[in-house]
């Protein structure tokens, strides 16, 4: 129980295309998930938190307008990077709390992009 | 925002040999984990202990809310523990839910 699937787990794509990815709370409804981007070698930072129903809200120094978040129902947020660089080359893994019955946060397998 | 300390950066053991990973942090906690990153990326949750002690076979974890900090213990370690270990913290108010993660430790077993 209390699984959070993501989609893809690896992508690459052309500089100054997007990218969509999905972050699915398969057993439960999530009605915050939070976002965190990780560089190689480095530990993870939150980009912004996601919350079902209205807007997300971003950490300071991460652009709103380049990182697009939709939560549009309580089991699926997107993070769409846009006009995406080689700069945004990471790898972005989600998360959300665990519902009643289990404790702390959970978390997706992780999207590694490539931008080339 | 609260800090997040963990030590030692690295370790290489062999096969069979005992360890243990300190994590320190700067604030009250509400929410303490500790993670294992395997090749791939995958966060694995080791325990969720924002306080006492807990065992899961050759893993156990301690946390001294008070002293503010916290142990993740592994025994006769193997290979497959190999991986990158992670604290993460989270605090309430408006940090609420946000987890802040340590630098982690590398860990890496020989056969």
Not at chain 1, 47 to 64: D, F, H, I, L
Not at chain 2, 47 to 70: C, D, H
Request: with cysteine; proline share 4%.
């Amino acid at each position: 129980g209390a699984v959070v699937s993501q989609h893809p787990s690896r992508v690459i794509c052309k500089s100054g295309t997007s990218v969509k990815i999905e972050c699915r709370s398969l057993d439960f409804q999530a009605t915050t998930m939070f976002w965190y981007r990780q560089f190689p070698k480095q530990s993870l930072m939150l980009m912004a938190t996601s919350n079902e129903g209205s807007k997300a809200t971003y950490e300071q120094g991460v652009e709103k307008d380049k990182f697009l978040i939709n939560h549009a129902s309580l089991t699926l947020s997107t993070l769409t990077v846009t006009s995406a660089h080689p700069e945004d080359s990471s790898f972005y893994i989600c998360s959300a709390r665990t519902p009643p019955g289990y404790y702390g946060y959970t978390f997706g397998s992780g999207t590694r992009l490539t931008v080339v | 925002g609260i800090q997040v300390e963990q030590s030692p950066p690295d370790l290489i053991l062999q096969e069979g040999a005992n360890s243990t990973l300190r994590c320190n942090f700067s604030d009250s906690v509400n929410n303490l984990q500790w993670f294992h990153q395997n090749p791939w990326g995958q966060l694995i949750n080791l325990f969720y202990i924002p306080s006492g002690t807990k065992q899961n076979g050759r893993l156990s974890a301690t946390t001294v809310a008070t002293e503010r900090y916290s142990l993740l213990y592994i025994s006769s370690s193997q290979t497959t523990d190999s991986g990158v270990y992670f604290c993460a913290v989270s605090a309430g108010g408006t940090s609420y839910g946000k987890l802040t993660f340590g630098q982690g430790t590398i860990l890496t077993v020989h056969p």
